[in-house]
């Protein structure tokens, strides 16, 4: 008689296919929170608070408007730029481009390759 053992996939198994996912870590700080608050809002972000950090993940692309931002914050215009974001995000994946406004993130490079200037045409 033989014994039949059931096979069950992990979930923490490899997977090499592109998720189509962007997203940051932010400090659980004051800021982050407000960060955290205000991306909320935006339809393809989820936002996840963890006890050291907050977890900010978008499908496709994501962008981080600098002015919204510093409003939520009680702030002028212009309080929170690239610099701010920097000093309060742990990590980061995906695209990431700065701009004086905002920062972009894309889940694919190729989204990304008209604000970097790469020349997607093989040549």
């Given at each position: 008689?033989?014994?039949?053992?059931?096979?069950?996939?992990?979930?923490?198994?490899?997977?090499?296919t592109a998720s189509n996912k962007c997203g940051f870590t932010l400090m659980n700080n004051q800021v982050g929170m407000v960060v955290a608050d205000v991306m909320r809002t935006k339809?393809?972000?989820?936002?996840?608070?963890?006890?050291?950090?907050?977890r900010v993940d978008a499908v496709g692309t994501m962008v981080v408007d600098y002015a919204e931002i510093s409003e939520a914050l009680g702030e002028e215009p212009g309080f929170f730029d690239a610099a701010e974001f920097e000093e309060n995000m742990s990590t980061h994946y995906g695209r990431m481009i700065h701009e004086d406004d905002r920062t972009i993130m894309f889940a694919n490079p190729e989204d990304a390759a008209e604000f970097i200037g790469f020349d997607l045409t093989a040549h």
């Amino acid at each position: 008689m033989t014994t039949l053992k059931a096979v069950v996939d992990s979930p923490f198994k490899s997977d090499n296919t592109a998720s189509n996912k962007c997203g940051f870590t932010l400090m659980n700080n004051q800021v982050g929170m407000v960060v955290a608050d205000v991306m909320r809002t935006k339809d393809n972000v989820t936002v996840t608070p963890l006890p050291s950090m907050i977890r900010v993940d978008a499908v496709g692309t994501m962008v981080v408007d600098y002015a919204e931002i510093s409003e939520a914050l009680g702030e002028e215009p212009g309080f929170f730029d690239a610099a701010e974001f920097e000093e309060n995000m742990s990590t980061h994946y995906g695209r990431m481009i700065h701009e004086d406004d905002r920062t972009i993130m894309f889940a694919n490079p190729e989204d990304a390759a008209e604000f970097i200037g790469f020349d997607l045409t093989a040549h």
